[in-house]
């Protein structure tokens, strides 16, 4: 049998720039962290924070406000917000797409669509935290997108039907493309996500190239609308 020509092992976790020790401390029982956290915000704090390979600093009150900023108000917030717009303008079904795309929708379909490709490239050098940031980089552009596009402005426009639809399918399939790209990081929260936008148990059945081509998400599916993926955590 052929020996391995690299081996990958991450770093030493410090506690107040100590190593970690049973006999001399600190010590953190990881256990217990995942009861009051879970293990896709143990995850993904570890994987976003620490250069994978390097020694990295591990504190509580660092990992609350990683949840809180990236997972209960970025991602967290883009769930619910697109989810809320299409129980509210679409009685919980995703619209098709209408009418031509603007400059704000180009510029969101570009992101999404270049995402795959460039994680590739990153998780074939272990370089998650990268990876990690250029997927919260689209979750974030998604927000700016409902700030600009204005889609409760869209809904008391006469002319604004098509135009809301096509914000609000954009947004849904932003939120698909999301979820299968942090499967490998956070796969409760991603099942999660496919559950609620309505994808639940579809994306075992397609092939890579299919899961990464720009409308997959099929219009006219019923969301599940759930409790929010993340609660914000009260600071110590």
Do not use: C
């Amino acid at each position: 049998i052929e020996l391995p020509r690299s081996i990958v092992v991450h770093g030493f976790i410090n506690v107040a720039g100590e190593k970690l020790s049973k006999s001399k401390g600190p010590v953190i029982n990881p256990l217990k962290l995942i009861d009051l956290y879970g293990a896709d915000a143990i995850r993904y704090f570890l994987l976003r924070e620490i250069s994978f390979g390097e020694d990295g600093n591990f504190s509580e009150d660092a990992l609350i406000r990683r949840i809180n900023s990236d997972l209960a108000n970025d991602l967290g917030n883009l769930l619910q917000r697109t989810l809320t717009m299409v129980e509210k303008f679409f009685g919980a079904r995703v619209p098709a797409p209408g009418g031509s795309d603007t400059g704000m929708d180009r510029i969101l379909k570009s992101k999404a669509k270049g995402l795959f490709k460039s994680l590739s490239e990153r998780m074939e050098k272990f370089n998650f935290r990268e990876a990690l940031k250029e997927i919260f980089d689209l979750i974030n552009a998604a927000n700016k997108y409902i700030e600009d596009a204005a889609p409760w402005k869209l809904a008391r426009q006469d002319s604004g039907a098509e135009a809301l639809s096509s914000v609000i399918y954009n947004l849904v399939e932003v939120l698909r493309i999301v979820a299968v790209s942090i499967l490998p990081f956070m796969p409760q929260t991603s099942k999660d996500i496919l559950t609620q936008i309505g994808m639940a148990g579809d994306i075992d059945k397609l092939t890579v190239d299919e899961i990464n081509k720009w409308g997959l998400f099929k219009p006219g599916s019923r969301i599940n609308k759930g409790s929010a993926l993340f609660p914000r955590i009260e600071e110590k």
